[in-house]
């Protein structure tokens, strides 16, 4: 069972980011999925969700109208586009099964800065 985020990195603020996850060792296309985001000194938060048919189920008042959750569940992947990115949008960014029953894996570090 296995979770890994790639794609972070540095980035000017209004500028744009691709997250992705690959997905092994479960179902993935039976399980709703979320991406999660973990700033300096806060605590994780929820960042975005889709259900395990690919409709987007949630997102974060913070991100909406900038970031968009999509999955593809004939490659076990779930991405995170993310537009507009501001200095806030700093964190390391996990995806996870909503219900939180996968482990965590180590996430992707994504620092927006000028």
């Known amino acids: 069972v296995r979770l890994v985020e790639s794609g972070g990195g540095w980035v000017q603020p209004g500028g744009s980011l691709r997250l992705s996850c690959a997905a092994s060792?479960?179902?993935?296309?039976?399980?709703?999925m979320s991406w999660y985001r973990q700033a300096p000194g806060k605590e994780r938060e929820l960042v975005a969700a889709?259900?395990?048919?690919?409709?987007?189920?949630n997102y974060a008042d913070s991100v909406k109208g900038r970031f968009t959750i999509s999955r593809d569940n004939a490659k076990n992947t779930v991405d995170l586009q993310m537009n507009d990115l501001k200095p806030e949008d700093t964190a390391v960014y996990y995806c996870?099964?909503?219900?939180?029953?996968?482990?965590w894996g180590q996430g992707t570090q994504v620092t927006v800065s000028s």
């Open positions: 889709i259900t395990s048919a690919g409709d987007p189920a």
């Open positions: 060792g479960f179902a993935f296309s039976v399980f709703d």
């Open positions: 996870v099964d909503y219900g939180l029953n996968i482990p």
